[in-house]
């Protein structure tokens, strides 16, 4: 299947500053990517939905102003968590829509970023 | 998008096929059906995914009940590495997003 990276896989960063996570498809090229938010022992929860060369859309109740999502190109998409707190300590996971013809797409995930925030 | 409904936790012994149920009864007629599962600490890795007729792919084979309201992901030989949490989402073809129910958490047991 397709693979997507992420960087980095993990972080530790003092409270107040921002941290940068990058999200790359590998060996496709990626209009759509996705990002999650996965805290312990519970599922995936959808941030936002990273439209390349446009806007992201943001989930309700999902700070756009904090979580800053760029897509600049087919391969790329970036999540900065800003002024990060010790709350948003968590596991995020972006994923990029992989489209085949038939009309059908999947979804591949990355293997995650662990932020933890001091 | 139509809800999922799977049991919170099975086991299955090594060796022996798999077989995850998934209920998604209010799903219509364009939404398809995926699997994914999620070893510990690690990104969901998609497994299979259908619409009305059966799949079966190298991982795992995905039966789709005739009025589509429930599904079966099998995996035939179970492996102790086949130890995840399962997923089981429903998504229109032209929609975007996956939202993740709550999966089912396999253990293979030796």
């Known amino acids: 299947g397709a693979v997507v990276s992420q960087h980095p896989s993990w972080v530790i960063c003092k409270s107040g500053t921002s941290v940068k996570i990058e999200c790359r498809s590998l060996?496709?090229?990626?209009?759509?990517m996705f990002w999650y938010r996965q805290f312990p022992k519970q599922s995936l929860m959808l941030m936002a939905t990273?439209?390349?060369?446009?806007?992201?859309?943001?989930e309700q109740g999902v700070e756009k102003d904090k979580f800053l999502i760029n897509h600049a190109s087919l391969t790329l998409s970036t999540l900065t968590v800003t002024s990060a707190h010790p709350e948003d300590s968590s596991f995020y996971i972006c994923?990029?829509?992989?489209?085949?013809?038939?009309?059908?797409?999947?979804?591949?995930f990355g293997p995650g970023t662990r932020l933890t925030v001091l | 998008d139509a809800k999922t409904t799977q049991p919170p936790s099975m086991d299955c012994a090594e060796g022996r096929a798999a077989n995850l149920p998934c209920n998604h009864s209010?799903?219509?007629?364009?939404?398809?059906v995926y699997w994914y599962r999620q070893i510990h600490s690690q990104g969901p890795q998609y497994i299979i995914h259908?619409?009305?007729n059966n799949e079966t792919n190298e991982m795992a084979s995905l039966i789709i009940t005739e009025d589509r309201k429930s599904s079966t992901l099998i995996l035939p030989h179970a492996t102790l590495r086949d130890t995840a949490v399962y997923y089981c989402?429903?998504?229109?073809?032209?929609?975007?997003?996956?939202?993740f129910g709550t999966g089912t958490s396999l253990t293979v047991i030796p």
């Open positions: 994923s990029a829509r992989e489209t085949r013809q038939g009309g059908t797409d999947t979804q591949y």
């Open positions: 060996d496709f090229q990626a209009t759509t």
């Open positions: 990273s439209n390349e060369g446009s806007k992201a859309t943001y």
């Open positions: 209010t799903i219509s007629g364009n939404e398809y």
């Open positions: 259908g619409l009305k």
């Open positions: 989402i429903v998504r229109g073809n032209t929609g975007n997003q996956f939202y």
